[in-house]
């Protein structure tokens, strides 16, 4: 095995962290304009960096792309947007330098390169309407149109009851609909993320997402963004890998909302510039809803009628 070949050490990565911190220095104030963080003087507000795998495509060759990120919690969920490729190849540290550097879908051959782009305006961004308003949001101008007794619902021509169940989640019982039964139950089973690699444990990992307790990491649900300010929203209690039962405030919610499109619609032309009728109906949906958060990623299960 080449020495360029061999693992990224600690004391290597402190040298990486001094590279990128100096190889940017000319981006500090695009930094600042564009994120609000910075690798310079940034005291809560810094840049950190997450680096790929391989370091490199060819023997010998030791490249890496380091992804910019704020170093916020989740820092991974936080890129800047800025990617830099880095020769760190020799075994002097002051030999190391960026090759390209990607922003906003192009390349460019260096930092300094960017930063003269960007005070020209060249790789701005601009939105071409304002999002300075709040958005559009639903109402219920006299109240719900759903009923709740316990855990059933009733709404329209259809009735169901639901529970959460702490190992695989959310359930719909007894579902009628027009006094007809359509099932008598509908579920959550499970959810499996299939992963790959060419190391052994990204070969072999197949997370079957149950085993985590898909229904228990059913956490509180923010009006207004995990579910619209007009829903109902209800508590849970788990008692899972646990001595006592544990309350969930707010881990589901119901509420009914537009489509934005008609169930159906037509007009009815009398092929002589004018019509005979239109008739539409409008597109409503009642929505039960929770969400599981296994680790690193979310998932939002919803059961529309």
Request: proline share 6%; charged share 20%; glycine share 10%.
């Amino acid at each position: 095995m080449s020495w360029t070949s061999r693992p990224i050490s600690s004391a290597e990565y402190v040298l990486l962290s001094h590279t990128l911190e100096e190889a940017t220095r000319p981006l500090h104030q695009f930094f600042l304009d564009t994120t609000g963080f910075s690798f310079q003087d940034c005291n809560t507000r810094c840049l950190t960096f997450t680096d790929v795998a391989p370091q490199g495509l060819a023997s010998g060759e030791r490249r890496t792309w380091f992804i910019l990120q704020r170093f916020v919690e989740g820092f991974f969920l936080h890129p800047t947007g800025l990617e830099l490729l880095l020769d760190h190849s020799s075994m002097n540290a002051q030999d190391w330098a960026v090759e390209q550097v990607w922003y906003n879908g192009k390349f460019y051959q260096s930092p300094e390169e960017l930063a003269r782009k960007y005070d020209a305006g060249e790789p701005r961004g601009h939105f071409p309407s304002p999002m300075t308003v709040k958005g559009p949001h639903p109402v219920q101008p006299q109240g719900p149109r759903y009923r709740l007794e316990g855990n059933a619902v009733l709404y329209g021509g259809w009735s169901f009851a639901f529970r959460l169940r702490s190992s695989t989640g959310l359930q719909v019982l007894n579902l009628h609909f027009g006094g007809e039964r359509i099932a008598y139950e509908v579920s959550l089973q499970d959810a499996a993320s299939l992963y790959g690699g060419h190391t052994p444990a990204g070969m072999q990992t197949k997370y079957s997402d149950v085993g985590w307790g898909l229904g228990t990491v059913t956490h509180e649900l923010a009006p207004g963004i995990d579910c619209p300010e007009t829903a109902t929203f209800l508590d849970a209690l788990h008692y899972y890998d646990t001595d006592d039962p544990v309350h969930y405030p707010r881990a589901l919610c119901v509420f009914e909302m537009p489509t934005g499109v008609p169930i159906r619609r037509h007009f009815d032309s009398d092929f002589d510039g004018g019509f005979n009728f239109y008739a539409g109906l409008q597109g409503q949906v009642l929505v039960l809803r929770t969400t599981s958060t296994v680790y690193n990623y979310d998932y939002i299960w919803d059961f529309i009628f």
